[in-house]
Structures are given as structure tokens and as C-alpha cells.
């Protein structure tokens, strides 16, 4: 029994292998935006790694008010899966403060001191405007800030400059998913050769089988008791359905075979694929249990090893 699945169709050229994408990657671009007098840059930084889901944790400066919806939205367009770490740094051409006396409460700090200067003149020293205005609360300080409208443009430039970085990361993520790609069909490959050896091997099972029950039972038997035919066949008959691995072998043709579409497809199969490991394991691991012959042992014992290997492989892709 020997695979038909065309081995020749996991061993593309690099040219040939479609792209799938890792969740692995790194982007960033700088801004720059005008109001007035005032110029605002900025520098974004979009990291991502493995994720059941989209997860964003985001890092903005709070007066731009809540984007985290808008983001999500954004990176949706793009990503299915990926823990997502966004941060935005920005800064202004124009760094003055403006300092802004609130009178009504410097005003009653005065009289109040004035009041108990005039009482104690002995004990008290006579009020200083240095001091007073030292008081928390006489003296506040303002940064320059943006009107709404200044802000909401602003945003709009930013969510703009954000799809840009994720576009970017795309590439990023696709560029690594290329090059597990080229690993995961190195490792198909080799389990497919590896399946075929069993295949090959288990053919010549029954007769192994029929002359190692005809010499057991001819040991138990007394000397010059013939075993019958009908006997030896029933035996036989016995221990290969035991060891029957034909159905096993089938469905991990079928595996492979659907593991390779899997590969070519132009939509995120992470999940599919990281599925498709546990059929092949759980194949492997029926045909190790089955096992009669040493040989086919070990081989399904490699089989187990690239499957694991293909499992660690897909974990990051998306």
C-alpha cells in the first residue's frame, strides 16, 4: 500500500510558496501635523505577538481622549488574530506655560493674613506677596492646549497614519509567515516520506505475521502435530486486525493533503492547522499502539517528533 498523495506538491520552489502570515511583527512611522503657529510630530510604534483573538493595549496621551474603538476597528481591516501593542508619543514646537493667578482665593489668603498680621504684629511677621503666592491654589499653571476642533482634526491625521502602520505591519507579519511557511513544508515533507515507509513496510506485515504464528504454534504443538491451514489462517486473520494501520495511514494521506491546501490558502488558518495537528497526532499515536513490527515503531515515534515540530511551527500563525 503505497501513499498516492504527489509528494512533488509540498516540494515548491521558493518562488512558488503563496505567503501566509505570522503574528510575530514591527512597524512604525512618524507624523507631523500644523495649527497655526503651533507643529505637533509624532512617532508611532505597533508591535504584535501571538494572540487567540485581537487584543490591544494602547498607549496615547490622555487629552487625545479615548481611540482605542476607532483602533480596534482599524486593525480589524487587517488582522483576525494578534496581541497588539500600540504607543504614540507626540510633541509640540511650542513648550511655553501660561500661569494664571486665580484672584478670588488669592484675595481672601491677603485679607486673612493681613487680619492676623494686624493681631499678633509682635508674633507674626508682616505678610509677603512671595509667600502668598506660594500657597496651592493661588498659582496654576496651563500648557497650551487644543480646541476640540484641533484635537478631532488631529485624530483624523492620526487614524490615518495608524492604517499606514498597519499596512506596514502586514508586510512585517507576511514577510516572517513566508519563511515558516518554507519550514512547515520541509517538515510535511518529511513526514510524508515517513508515512510511506510505514505504508510500504505494513505491506509485508500479513506474511511476517502467518511465519511467526506458524513457528509459535508449532513450538507449542507436540512434535509431528500439523498446524491446519483453516487454523493458521483464523490466527492470522486475528493478529492483523489487530494490527491493521490501513485506515490510520489513509486519513494521515488525507491530513497531509488537506494540511497542504491549508498552506496555500489565502485566509488566516492557525486554527485550522493547529486542529489538523491533533488528528495527525492521534493517528501517529494509534499507529504506534498497533504496531507489531520494531520498525514501524520507530518511525511512528519519528512521526510523533514532526508532528510536534509542525505544532510548535503554527503557533504563530495567524
Avoid at 491549508?262 to 486542529?275: C, H, M, P, Y
Wanted: glycine share 4%; with cysteine.
Amino acid at each position: 500500500m503505497i501513499l498516492d498523495y504527489n509528494t512533488k506538491k509540498l516540494k515548491k520552489t521558493r518562488r512558488e510558496i503563496l505567503s501566509i502570515s505570522s503574528m510575530t511583527g514591527f512597524a512604525s512611522k512618524n507624523g507631523e501635523h500644523f495649527f497655526d503657529n503651533t507643529t505637533l510630530t509624532w512617532s508611532f510604534e505597533l508591535k504584535s505577538v501571538n494572540g487567540k483573538n485581537i487584543d490591544l493595549k494602547l498607549r496615547t496621551p490622555s487629552w487625545l481622549g479615548d481611540m482605542s474603538i476607532q483602533m480596534r476597528n482599524i486593525l480589524s481591516k487587517y488582522f483576525t488574530r494578534g496581541s497588539f501593542n500600540v504607543s504614540l508619543d507626540i510633541n509640540s514646537n511650542k513648550n511655553e506655560q501660561k500661569i494664571k493667578i486665580n484672584q478670588e482665593i488669592l484675595s481672601q489668603i491677603t485679607a486673612k493674613a493681613i487680619e492676623l498680621y494686624q493681631t499678633n504684629p509682635q508674633e507674626l511677621d508682616k505678610p509677603k506677596a512671595s509667600d502668598l503666592l506660594n500657597i496651592k491654589g493661588v498659582i496654576e499653571v496651563e500648557e497650551n492646549k487644543l480646541s476640540e476642533e484641533e484635537i478631532l482634526a488631529l485624530q483624523e491625521k492620526l487614524f490615518a497614519d495608524f492604517e499606514e502602520v498597519c499596512k506596514n505591519l502586514k508586510i512585517s507579519r507576511d514577510s516572517e509567515g513566508a519563511k515558516t511557511k518554507l519550514a512547515l513544508v520541509e517538515i510535511l515533507t518529511k513526514i510524508q516520506k515517513n508515512a510511506e515507509e510505514i505504508a510500504q513496510i505494513f505491506e509485508s506485515i500479513p506474511e511476517k505475521l502467518k511465519e511467526k504464528i506458524n513457528l509459535q504454534l508449532k513450538n507449542l504443538l507436540e512434535t509431528g502435530n500439523n498446524v491446519s491451514e483453516e487454523r493458521l489462517a483464523q490466527e492470522i486473520v486475528f493478529y492483523i486486525a489487530k494490527a491493521d494501520i490501513k485506515e490510520e495511514i489513509d486519513r494521515l494521506q488525507l491530513h497531509l493533503k488537506t494540511a497542504h491546501e491549508l498552506l496555500n490558502s489565502k485566509e488566516a488558518v492557525g486554527r485550522k492547522l493547529d486542529f489538523l495537528c491533533q488528528e495527525l497526532n492521534r493517528e501517529a499515536n494509534t499507529t504506534c499502539s498497533k504496531s507489531v513490527d520494531i520498525t514501524i515503531t520507530n518511525l511512528g515515534m519519528e512521526l510523533k517528533t514532526l508532528i510536534e515540530q509542525f505544532r510548535e511551527q503554527i503557533q504563530n500563525i495567524e
